[in-house]
Nanobody, 120 residues
Framework: QVQLVESGGGLVQAGGSLRLSCAASGSISSINAMGWYRQAPGKQRELVATITRGGSTKYADSVKGRFTISRDNAKNTVYLQMNSLKPEDTAVYYC??????????????WGKGTQVTVSS
């Protein structure tokens, strides 16, 4: 099972940008789909964005138009570019392999995540 390590979080002012990285311990070229999730304090973990092996992407309504998910198979890395950040984007962000059916199901173990804090 590929291990995933998230990085790139930090403290940013509202309206700012961050790019998160999810580095895999092995090749991701054969992984059908990957996703970014986030968990805010006191809330359930929620799906933010997914990307398939073919490059198809989907986003939660709350981040549509502001976040962009991408994958670089050569670097075994998935990215989440976050622009126009809002205080409500504050959360720990995680990546995972996912299975996309009627619902999207996380398939791997959860890593430590990376903290994103947006100040108003």
């Amino acid at each position: 099972q590929v291990q995933l390590v998230e990085s790139g979080g930090g403290l940013v002012q509202a309206g700012g940008s961050l790019r998160l990285s999810c580095a895999a311990s092995g090749s991701i070229s054969s992984i059908n789909a990957m996703g970014w999730y986030r968990q805010a304090p006191g809330k359930q973990r929620e799906l933010v964005a997914t990307i398939t092996r073919g490059g198809s992407t989907k986003y939660a309504d709350s981040v549509k138009g502001r976040f962009t998910i991408s994958r670089d198979n050569a670097k075994n890395t998935v990215y989440l570019q976050m622009n126009s950040l809002k205080p409500e984007d504050t959360a720990v962000y995680y990546c995972n392999t996912v299975a996309i059916t009627i619902v999207t199901i996380p398939m791997g173990s959860w890593g430590k995540g990376t903290q994103v804090t947006v100040s108003s």
